[in-house]
């Protein structure tokens, strides 16, 4: 998805990734890469580095809970935005 998304903002020079679309979503790992570009407006290499950097930092465990739905908003957003989790 980042690799066709890349394709697609070269051909677009001047455009961010977040400039494309009204609606953004993604379930896992598509939902961290989604959250960064529509979000905090990442561009695709950071986008790349996020989704690199966070499935083994956040999803140790089989299953996804709320909890862990929030360490991935805070490490989004630097911790700037959210109180305590």
């Not at 956040?58 to 630097?78: D, E, I, Q, R």
């Amino acid at each position: 998805e980042l690799t066709i998304l890349a394709k697609i903002c070269e051909m677009l020079p001047g455009c961010a990734p977040y400039q494309l679309f009204d609606l953004v979503v993604g379930t896992s790992t598509g939902a961290i890469v989604g959250a960064a570009i529509a979000l905090c407006k990442k561009n695709i290499d950071e986008a790349l580095t996020l989704y690199k950097q966070f499935p083994a930092k956040v999803f140790k465990k089989k299953m996804v809970t709320n909890v862990n739905v929030l360490k991935v908003a805070y490490l989004l957003m630097g911790g700037k935005h959210l109180y305590r989790i």
